[in-house]
Structures are given as C-alpha cells and as structure tokens.
C-alpha cells in the first residue's frame, strides 16, 4: 500500500470504496495522518449508535489517531438515508476529507447526484412492511413499473421495497425520480476516487477472520445488550451477523451454527458489495489486492 499511497492526491477529496473486510479504513487512516484529513464514514450501518464490533467501526485508538465523523451517531430506531448522509456531509467538505465505506449508494449519490424523494407515510410503509412478510420480496418486485423492476437490484429485499413505497407514494416510478436527479454535491472529476477490488478467498478468509475477532472482543454481548430492543424490520437490524446472533440468544441456533451463518451472510454481502462497484463504478480507479 505504500506505492499506492504515494500515489495519491494531497489535495483533493479521496473516497475510498471496497467490500467489507477489504482493508478500506487502514488506507483512509493513513492517508488522514499523511495530509491532516477528516475521515468520513460512508457506510450505512457504521452510522448507528448501538453498533460498534460488529459493524467494524474504527477504534477508539483509531479516532484519536485522527478525526472521524459519521460514526455511531444515530439511533437504533431514528430515521437515516443517503439524503440525510448527503446534507451531514455538506459541510464537511470545507476541510481536506478522506470519504471511505461500502454502501455504493452513499458514493453515486454524492458523485452523480440524488433524486429528492418525498419520505415515505408511515402508513405506505407499515403496508409495504405487511406484504413483504407475509409474500415476500417479490410480490412487491411484481407491482414495479418496468423501468424500475428493470435496474433495481433484485437481490436487495430494502431496495424492492423502497422502490414500491416510492411508487405507492408518489404514483412515479423510482427509475422516474432517478432520472430527474439534480447535480452531484462532489462531481466525480473533482475528487481521487478508489475502489478496492480483493481476490474473493483471499477476501472471505479475512472476513472470517475478523468476525472471529469480533467475538473474541464481545460482539455477542453487545447483541445480547441490543435484543431487548430488537426489531428485525429497522434499518440498523441489517448489521451483518446480528439476526444470527440473536437467533442463538433466542435458542433458535446453537452457537457455532451462528457464527458459521454470519460469516455466510458476510461472503455473500461482499458478494453483492463486488457487484455493485462492478456495475455502477467503472470510472473509479480500481486497486486490486492482495
């Protein structure tokens, strides 16, 4: 890495996306101690406040190394999405930033611009919700209008939904509202754009690795501190391993069968992770590892 970090711009904005696990946040903090960066979290889970091991947040060590911002500042329950991300931001660029995670979403909102969607009613969403648990995914899937079931990620159960939420709400379809997208708050040519791109074994040994690490430093425990307020349909219920874990809490799974299912459900988020930089970052400079 040390090539590369030679390489890189000491002016310009650096956002740095990769899968989980990929090393991402090592670079970003050596690249703020380097040239006095913010680091700027743009993922999606490391947001929330009840989440620190298992969604790999930086270490205390880590933040007073270098200022972090985005981190563990909302509530498991409060409303949070990329336009919520984009306005926290905004101000933030007025300093040098290193901007790095691995919701893909964060990053083409912020370089190709973000449609301004109406929230969603709680009504819509309770109804959304209903027909999601009791037919799942794709009995929403089959009420898109075609330019939306044609570019959303079928793969995605939240993103099905929130694309029907949005057509139920508005009567446009959300390919609609993407195609109305207004400019980009950090046009890409302005900033030094990364993307990690690992060898997929050489990825999921670390992954595994690393989750193994986060048990050892008691990641159940902060799960069993979080299951009192457990609520599977939440955004911040989607940190990878926690329905594992409280599964075993529950004495659905006993607990090895949980690790080896979280570790599973991480190979196959990084999985889809690959997939989105693929497809939606083909611009970015892309930094094969190992």
């Known amino acids: 890495m040390s090539d590369l970090l030679s390489s890189l711009s000491r002016d310009a904005p650096i956002l740095i996306a990769g899968p989980t696990a990929s090393g991402?946040?090592?670079?970003?903090?050596?690249?703020?101690?380097?040239?006095?960066?913010?680091?700027?979290?743009?993922?999606?889970l490391q947001v929330y406040a009840c989440w620190h091991l298992l969604t790999a947040r930086p270490s205390a060590e880590d933040e007073a190394t270098a200022p972090h911002a985005l981190y563990g500042h909302i509530a498991r329950d409060a409303p949070y999405s990329v336009g919520h991300w984009l306005r926290e931001l905004t101000p933030l660029l007025a300093r040098p930033v290193v901007i790095v995670g691995g919701t893909g979403l964060y990053?083409?909102?912020?370089?190709?611009?973000?449609?301004?969607?109406?929230?969603?009613?709680?009504?819509?969403?309770?109804?959304?919700?209903q027909i999601r648990a009791a037919q799942g995914p794709?009995?929403?899937l089959a009420n898109l209008d075609p330019a939306t079931a044609a570019r959303i990620d079928r793969q995605n159960p939240a993103r099905i939904q929130r694309a029907w939420e949005v057509l139920r709400a508005t009567g446009r379809g959300l390919a609609d509202w993407q195609d109305d997208t207004g400019p980009p708050l950090l046009p890409l040519h302005q900033a030094?754009?990364?993307?990690?791109?690992?060898?997929?074994?050489?990825?999921?040994?670390?992954?595994?690795?690393?989750?193994?690490?986060?048990?050892?430093?008691?990641?159940?425990?902060?799960?069993?501190a979080e299951l009192p307020f457990w609520e599977p349909s939440r955004p911040s219920a989607r940190a990878i391993g926690a329905p594992e874990l409280i599964a075993h809490l529950k004495g659905e799974l006993p607990l090895s069968d949980a690790i080896a299912a979280a570790k599973i459900a991480s190979h196959q988020y990084a999985k889809r992770q690959?997939?989105?930089?693929?497809?939606?970052?083909?611009?970015w400079q892309r930094i094969a590892l190992p």
């Open 24 to 44: 991402k946040s090592a670079l970003a903090l050596d690249l703020a101690a380097r040239d006095g960066r913010l680091v700027v979290n743009a993922d999606a």
């Open 192 to 224: 030094q754009a990364l993307v990690l791109t690992p060898d997929p074994p050489w990825l999921n040994a670390r992954i595994d690795r690393r989750f193994d690490a986060m048990m050892a430093a008691g990641a159940l425990d902060e799960v069993r």
């Open 107 to 129: 990053f083409t909102a912020l370089t190709e611009g973000l449609a301004e969607i109406p929230p969603t009613p709680p009504a819509i969403r309770s109804e959304a919700d």
């Open 138 to 140: 794709a009995a929403l």
């Open 274 to 283: 690959r997939t989105w930089f693929r497809s939606r970052m083909r611009s």
